[in-house]
């Protein structure tokens, strides 16, 4: 099965510096890798999204690449703010018709933007 | 858009009980809902994949007979959790994605606590 793993687990940046977060997948039927932000208590987010046939994707602050050879992706998020603070997973995901579609997610990161 | 709700937020029980967690698309037919356990500070551990009309698929390790999944119309499904004990107090979280779209909308999560 599909195995995700990302770094680092934990992520302390000075508001307005960039933050990176990386994930690794071993299953190259994956084809679809979204990122979520959790808050404390709180439902995870759909942030940003890359399907296997894009290289880059951004989104304001927030950027995703995709190396599909080297079965990595990273989400880059620059100028930090406090409110960026949370957890954030990444996920490897199957085609929908495969494998039900479901999704492999990262251990997650936890992200602190200090004032 | 894709708004998922979870009911009840959060339920106190007595060890032996069985309770019942629903999880609706509220605006958007869920042809495959996913049940997930979250304890704290760790990432989404998926039970299983639930798909309308269909028996859910389980992941290895987790109970089906202790964990039932009823996925009865495309915009409900329920997690009983029988005869419940102190182990398996969590936070369980389900999410749901239409027919042919990768990305997963998560409910905000029913926290569990068995006595």
Same mark, same amino acid.
């Given at each position: 099965?599909?195995?995700?793993?990302?770094?680092?687990?934990?992520?302390?940046?000075?508001?307005?510096?960039?933050?990176?977060?990386?994930?690794?997948?071993?299953?190259?039927?994956?084809?679809?890798?979204?990122?979520?932000?959790?808050?404390?208590?709180?439902?995870?987010?759909?942030?940003?999204?890359?399907?296997?046939?894009?290289?880059?994707?951004?989104?304001?602050?927030?950027?995703?690449?995709?190396?599909?050879?080297?079965?990595?992706?990273?989400?880059?998020?620059?100028?930090?703010?406090?409110?960026?603070?949370?957890?954030?997973?990444?996920?490897?995901?199957?085609?929908?018709?495969?494998?039900?579609?479901?999704?492999?997610?990262?251990?997650?990161?936890?992200?602190?933007?200090?004032? | 858009?894709? *708004?998922?709700?979870?009911?009840?937020?959060? *339920?106190?029980?007595?060890?032996?009980?069985? *309770?019942?967690?629903?999880?609706?698309?509220?605006? +958007?037919?869920?042809?495959?809902?996913?049940?997930?356990?979250?304890?704290?500070?760790?990432?989404?551990?998926?039970?299983?994949?639930?798909? %309308?009309?269909?028996?859910?698929?389980?992941?290895?390790? *987790? %109970?089906?007979?202790? +964990?039932?999944?009823?996925?009865?119309?495309?915009?409900?499904?329920?997690?009983?959790?029988?005869?419940?004990?102190? %182990?398996?107090?969590?936070?369980?979280?389900?999410?749901?994605?239409?027919?042919?779209?990768?990305?997963?909308?998560?409910?905000?999560?029913?926290?569990?606590?068995?006595?």
């Amino acid at each position: 099965g599909e195995n995700v793993e990302q770094h680092p687990s934990t992520l302390s940046v000075q508001e307005g510096d960039s933050a990176v977060i990386k994930c690794t997948y071993s299953d190259s039927a994956s084809n679809y890798f979204p990122w979520y932000k959790q808050e404390l208590g709180k439902r995870p987010q759909l942030i940003i999204d890359i399907r296997s046939n894009v290289g880059e994707k951004k989104d304001q602050r927030i950027a995703v690449t995709l190396n599909k050879t080297a079965k990595h992706f990273s989400l880059h998020i620059t100028e930090t703010q406090p409110e960026d603070s949370a957890v954030y997973f990444c996920a490897a995901s199957s085609p929908p018709d495969t494998n039900a579609g479901k999704s492999t997610f990262g251990d997650g990161t936890t992200l602190t933007v200090k004032p | 858009g894709a *708004v998922v709700s979870q009911h009840p937020s959060w *339920v106190i029980c007595k060890s032996g009980t069985s *309770v019942k967690i629903e999880c609706r698309s509220l605006d +958007f037919q869920a042809t495959t809902m996913f049940w997930y356990r979250q304890f704290p500070k760790q990432s989404l551990m998926l039970m299983a994949t639930s798909n %309308e009309g269909s028996k859910a698929t389980y992941e290895q390790g *987790v %109970e089906k007979d202790k +964990f039932l999944i009823n996925h009865a119309s495309l915009t409900l499904s329920t997690l009983t959790v029988t005869s419940a004990h102190p %182990e398996d107090s969590s936070f369980y979280i389900c999410s749901a994605e239409s027919l042919g779209k990768e990305t997963q909308y998560f409910g905000p999560g029913t926290r569990l606590l068995v006595l």
